[in-house]
Every structure is written in C-alpha cells, then in structure tokens.
C-alpha cells in the first residue's frame, strides 16, 4: 500500500540531498490537505500512484534545495525584477502564442518549461555544464505524450521552451496546477479558501532565483515575460508583489474556450486514474475560471485599467506582429527589428497546423450554450458582446 503520511514523504526529500531545513514551515498545511486528497480522492491508477507521489517529494526536495542555496548564495535575494510583462486571460485565448512570440526576443527573459519544473538545479550544479535538470525534464514530458499522444493535439510541448509560471507557484503548494492532474475536490475547496500571499511570495523568490541562474550562464535581459492563466484568481497579488507588473489580458469566447480547457484537463486525468470523468473536468474547471475572471474584473475596476492591455484572440491569430507591437508601446520598449525577425522566425517553425488537429464537443464535458453563457454572464457581457 502507498504511503502517502506527510511525515514519511518529507522525510523522503530530506534524504535526496541530506538536507533539513525548509526555512519555514508553510508546507505543512497545504500537504496534508493534498496527500489526503490524493489518497482518498483521485481514484489514482497505478501511474497516478507513483508519478504524483514522486511529484510531491521532489516539490518538497526543492524546498530543501532553494534554502540551502539561499544560505550559500544570500545575494539571490538581491535580484531586482523591474516591470515584469505577465499575460494572463482564459485558457485557450491565445496566450502561449503571446507569451512564445514575445520571449523569441533576446531581451526578454522567460522561464522555461525544465525550469518551472525543477526550479532548483543541483547542489554541485556547474552553470557550464550539463544540467541535469534538462535530461530528467525531456524525460517527463516523453512519458506524459507516450502515455496520451492526444496531448500534442491539445498543448505544444516543449521541455526546453517557455512556458506558465504556474508551476512555479505549485513550489509552495499554493497552486490549482496539482489540480490539472487529479480530481481533488476537498484540496480544491480548502486551497480556494486560502491566502495565497504565501504562494506569490515564494513565486518572486523563485523568480529571483531562476533570473540569478541565467546571469550564471552568461544570459542578460531587461525584462521578464510571464503567462499563467492561474493569475487570473489571484491578480491583486501579482500587483502585491510586483507593483510595476504590466498586464496583458487576452479575451475569447467563453463558449469556445472553456470546453476547449476542459478537453486539456480530461486529456491528463486520463493517465493518472482509470475513473477519470470528463464532465467533472468540465465542472471543476468552468467554476473556477468564471471566478477567477470575477476576481480579475474585481481588480481592474478597483485599480482602473491604465495597468492592462486588452487582446483578442481573433486579432492575434490573424495579426500576431501588429498586436506584439502593441504590448511593446504599452510597456515602453522597442520592437526592434531584430526581435521581430526572431519572432517571425519562431512563428514559422511553429505553426498550429504542425500540430494534429484538437478534436471535442461541448457536450461530452457537460456544457451547454446557455448554461456557459450564464456562468460568463458578467465577462461576456463586457470584453465579448461588445467587441
């Protein structure tokens, strides 16, 4: 039978490295919560079993890593984020494009995929040498597209290229990412209850962390470029943490988008438990995004909207260079041309239609028309029935 005591999953990531001290004890709450969803909850198979088992303890074996390089290298902390470019808005508006596009740019930097994963190299890390990082990192991703090729048709994969920040948050345990993998509804609805200031915190440190890493290998930039639509529930602490934060926000039909993220959802559900059900994929998901999008217009109408660019989802596939031009006077910088040859170059090598194509209906995750349009009443009735 799988262990899943807190105790002997912590004790587990102290013997990776023989490390011991976490820094705090934050971790304690929100894993007890998720190892008892996890046991009880998620129906997991035999793959779930192990594989989000082992996610935990590494989480947990990061913690343990990041402090100890905090205390060997205390200037980490001294790493200065200036204005960092977040793109949020639904899943499947359009902003993985966005935010691949715009980090083609050499001045930008972005978290990579390997990096959001395992944020924390090892202690002997050579930033010449191979990170082994990399290797594990390209490993997972092909055991996740062995185990549903679908998931190509739904999401590009790259280990080594950017991607949401969202995991980055999941470091903490203040994260709907675990969510992505497992029906967990008793960790769902304690973690939304939750003050995430914890988890936003620890994403700047990270943050802070991985840009420290960069200068290590030699990288320079002026800015950050982030995306998570996570950010959505959470934007009065992105602004919390970074004041300066410049917002873009990409808007899409609900109707189109919610079903579409569901699909995503069911599509990873499917490796990690044989019970599985799409339409509580749906479910899940469709709540928690019209509440984050209410958080979000929460937000801009107590802050106004000087601080976010609004996109469409139908102007970027058809115009992505006009639209980036855009974000670039929003934030004050130059669209070079040597940024925009590299973004056009990036764009080519990555069209949609290299991909197979992604295939679904509404109703297999239990939507209809009007019941999506009344849960997105109050968002579609301002960026989409108007536009």
Not at 50 to 79: G, H, T
Not at 118 to 134: F, H, S
Not at 139 to 166: F, Q, R, S, Y
Not at 175 to 198: C, G, K, M, R, Y
Request: with cysteine; glycine share 4%; hydrophobic share 40%.
């Amino acid at each position: 039978m799988t262990d899943w005591r807190p105790d002997r999953l912590v004790a587990e990531a102290r013997a990776v490295d023989g490390l011991e001290d976490f820094g705090n004890s934050h971790y304690r709450q929100p894993l007890a919560q998720l190892l008892y969803s996890l046991q009880h909850e998620a129906g997991l198979n035999e793959t779930g079993l192990l594989v989000l088992r082992q996610r935990v303890v590494d989480i947990l074996a990061n913690q343990l890593r990041i402090q100890e390089y905090l205390k060997r290298y205390p200037e980490i902390l001294d790493e200065k984020i200036v204005e960092p470019l977040v793109v949020v808005g639904l899943p499947r508006t359009g902003t993985t494009m966005l935010h691949r596009t715009i980090a083609a740019d050499r001045r930008m930097f972005a978290p990579l995929w390997y990096e959001v994963r395992y944020p924390c190299p090892a202690l002997d890390w050579d930033p010449g040498g191979v990170d082994r990082r990399r290797v594990d990192a390209e490993a997972e991703m092909k055991a996740m597209v062995d185990a549903n090729p679908d998931l190509l048709a739904v999401h590009p994969m790259d280990a080594m290229g950017p991607d949401e920040d969202i995991m980055l948050l999941e470091q903490s345990f203040y994260s709907f990412n675990i969510q992505a993998f497992a029906n967990l509804p008793s960790f769902d609805a304690w973690i939304e209850a939750q003050d995430h200031t914890v988890g936003y915190e620890y994403w700047k440190l990270l943050l802070q962390f991985l840009q420290w890493q960069k200068k290590r290998t030699g990288l320079s930039a002026e800015r950050w470029t982030l995306k998570a639509p996570h950010h959505l529930h959470y934007m009065d602490l992105v602004f919390k943490v970074f004041p300066d934060a410049r917002v873009v926000q990409t808007h899409r039909d609900p109707l189109d988008t919610i079903p579409s993220i569901s699909s995503m959802t069911a599509a990873i559900w499917v490796i990690y438990s044989d019970s599985a059900d799409p339409v509580e994929a749906g479910r899940t998901w469709a709540r928690k995004f019209a509440s984050g999008m209410n958080r979000t217009m929460d937000v801009r109408e107590q802050m106004g909207d000087q601080r976010f660019l609004d996109l469409w989802f139908e102007d970027t596939v058809r115009h992505p260079l006009r639209e980036i031009q855009k974000i670039y006077d929003f934030i004050g910088m130059e669209l070079t041309d040597e940024a925009r040859a590299e973004m056009v170059r990036w764009q080519d090598f990555n069209k949609r239609e290299m991909r197979p194509p992604h295939e679904y209906t509404m109703e297999q995750f239990g939507f209809t028309q009007a019941g999506l349009k009344q849960q997105f009443a109050r968002y579609r009735k301002q960026f989409i029935e108007r536009h």
